[in-house]
Structure formats: C-alpha cells, structure tokens
C-alpha cells in the first residue's frame, strides 16, 4: 500500500463527484504494502479507502472488484466497492490509472494474534470459501505457479549457491506436485491468497472484516488455508510452527469445511508452496524494487526461513505442526 501515484485533494474531489460519498475533509497515504496506490480517505459521510492500482490492468480488476461485491452481498465482511452514480461502474480512473472506493473497516489488524483470533479466520475463510464458490467470474491465481516459474530465472542471479539450489530445488518439487492426481483432485474456487494478519480487522476478539483482495485468483483451497497458516500460526522470529494456533484455525475451518483426502494428501506441500509463492515475490520485490514514496520491501529471508521449517518438519493433518 506504498504510494506511487501522488493523488491531490482536487483529484479526490473530482471522483466524489462521481461516487457520491460526501464532502472531503481529508486525503491520507497509506503506508505499508508494494503494489498499488493507497490512501485514506475521509469525508462528511465517512471514511473510505481509495486504491489506484499500478499494476493490474482495467481488464484484470473486475474478477477482484465484483468478487468482492459478491463476497459482501453473501453476508462476508469485505469492503464492498463504491459505484458510479450514473454508470453504476464500480471499477474507475483516478490521474489516469484504474482506481476503486471501498468503505473503511472498523477495527485493527491483529499482530500478535492467539489461538482465538486464528481460529476465527479460520471460520470465515472456509465461509469465503463456500460463498465463492457460485461466483460466475473466472480468473487464474497471477501469483501461481506459472508465474513462479517465470519468475525465479530473474531472482536467482542475486542469490547465493545454497539458497538458489533451495529455490531451484523447491520448484521443481512443486512443478511435480502439480501434475499429480491428487493436486488436480484439490477443490478449487476464488481465492483471498494473501490473507495474512495486516488484511484482516478486528475489534477485540470479533472479525470485523478481511481486506485487500487484489491477488485474488482462481486456485485451490487449501493453498489459500496454508497461505494463511504459514503467516498466523508461526513464530515469525523463527519460522517455526506454533501448534495451539495451527490446530485452532485448522479445527475451527473443517467445522465449516471439512477437508478432502486429496487435500489431507498435500497438506505439507502447499504450506510449502505458499512459503515458495511468498519468498520469490519478496525476492522479486527486494532486488527489482519500483520507486514508490514510503515504499519499503519485505524481507525475503523470512520466508526461506518459514519453507526451511516446512521442508526440515513436514505438517500433517493428525499432528500439524510436529515432525
């Protein structure tokens, strides 16, 4: 949520005056987050989130745009984007670049979150899950394998011997698994795949929301379950594997939706395909950085950090997060 297109006041008037929200009173950049353009934005009515989005195209955005809406109009707590009064367009173009509004979320991200919190993501993710499933729009993960594969080739001239062999050698464990019976077998539906503990709000200990859906994408389930798994339920000094918050998402998800067999197959290879998914990106992000005002990358050495756990101790579903 860097700011790489700088939005005046006169720019977000200009757009309220098409998406009738009320008077502004302030413009905020948002810090935190690489790919797109964010800023608070407040006015008489309320406050909102207006993103520009610098990467994904006019044509890419109404997958996320409408999933979202859906998503809303089912009863989940997603921002619901803000439509034109007169076209009724949700998707719009701020300093020429494909922009959208959505409200605010009450609450705050949770950090340091506890067995209750991750089970409550837990539970709405696997109610995302099925309330997408009858969603009409189709648009494969971006951020899968095939990019992936196009992708580690321009990372690993910056990496060291030991650390390219991990990345080389993880890939191909993953192109593998990929054409295997059970991956094919892996339910699939629209996908968050980038739940981790800054997209989603709470107040105390009651989910107010999930947020920022923009590497949303066809793909299978327990992908996004072992994204989110990889990010809430580990020692994020470490990588290591806390088991009490593990089991409390993993219990209160299958309340909802119980897993398959083929996903209790290839529970440990896509926990280690969402650390892959992850460390390239941020190797990607770290040494082919855009210019960005208050843009500051990841660290990619945490996510080798968490696929070295998951390669060294693999997880499975009768004692996840044990050798």
Known sequence: MAVFTEVSDKDARDLLRRVPLGQLTELRGIQGGIENTNYF???????????????LTAEQLPFYLYLMKHLAHAGIPVPDPQADAKSGDILHKVCGKPAAIVQKLRGK??????????????DMLARMHLAGRNYDREQP?????????????????????????LLQSELAFQNHTAASSAYQALPRGPVHADLFRDNVMFEGETLTGFF???????????????VCLNDWCIDHATGAHDAAKAQAMLDAYQAVRPLQAA?????????????????ISRLWDFYLPREAAMLVPHDPTHFERVLRQRVAYPATLAHPLTA
């Open 41 to 55: 934005l407040t006015t008489d009515q309320g406050e909102w989130v207006l993103t520009l989005f610098e990467r």
């Open 141 to 165: 993960n971006l951020r899968g394998l095939p990019w992936w594969n196009e992708t580690a080739p321009v990372v690993l001239p910056h990496l060291e011997p030991a650390t390219a062999e």
């Open 263 to 279: 996903e209790r197959q290839l529970f440990n290879a896509m926990l280690r395909a969402g650390a892959l998914r992850f460390w």
């Open 212 to 226: 920022d859906f923009y590497f949303a994408g066809v793909d299978s389930f327990l992908f996004d379950l072992c």
């Open 109 to 122: 991200s949770q950090l340091q979150p506890q067995p209750v919190h991750c089970a409550a993501v837990g």
